[in-house]
């Protein structure tokens, strides 16, 4: 596996630990056709994706995470809502 998931598998986990007090986590990975897709479905409190945090930035951690994947040329989906879980 390329380093860069696996820091965006680290992040994801750490966020679903430190902020949305999930008691489940998943993280599947799968093939389609020639690309991998990797998940990491939580169960937490989830947020507001289009929200930005203070000073009308995307989130570091989110931003960080996009920054990685495209750096292998791959891309990043986030599905999130408040109370909802997120997905990554």
């Given at each position: 596996?390329?380093?860069?998931?696996?820091?965006?598998?680290?992040?994801?986990?750490?966020?679903?630990?430190?902020h949305a007090?999930?008691?489940?986590?998943?993280?599947?990975?799968?093939?389609?056709?020639?690309?991998?897709?990797?998940?990491?479905?939580?169960?937490?409190?989830?947020?507001?994706?289009?929200?930005?945090?203070?000073?009308?930035?995307?989130?570091?951690?989110?931003a960080?995470?996009?920054?990685?994947?495209?750096?292998?040329?791959?891309?990043?989906?986030?599905?999130?809502?408040?109370?909802a879980?997120?997905?990554?």
């Amino acid at each position: 596996m390329v380093l860069g998931s696996v820091r965006v598998i680290q992040e994801a986990l750490t966020n679903a630990r430190k902020h949305a007090h999930a008691s489940t986590v998943r993280v599947t990975l799968a093939r389609e056709g020639t690309h991998a897709v990797l998940t990491v479905t939580d169960d937490g409190d989830g947020f507001d994706p289009d929200g930005s945090s203070a000073g009308g930035q995307e989130h570091y951690g989110l931003a960080y995470m996009r920054e990685r994947m495209a750096q292998i040329g791959g891309s990043l989906t986030l599905r999130s809502a408040p109370g909802a879980g997120t997905e990554v």
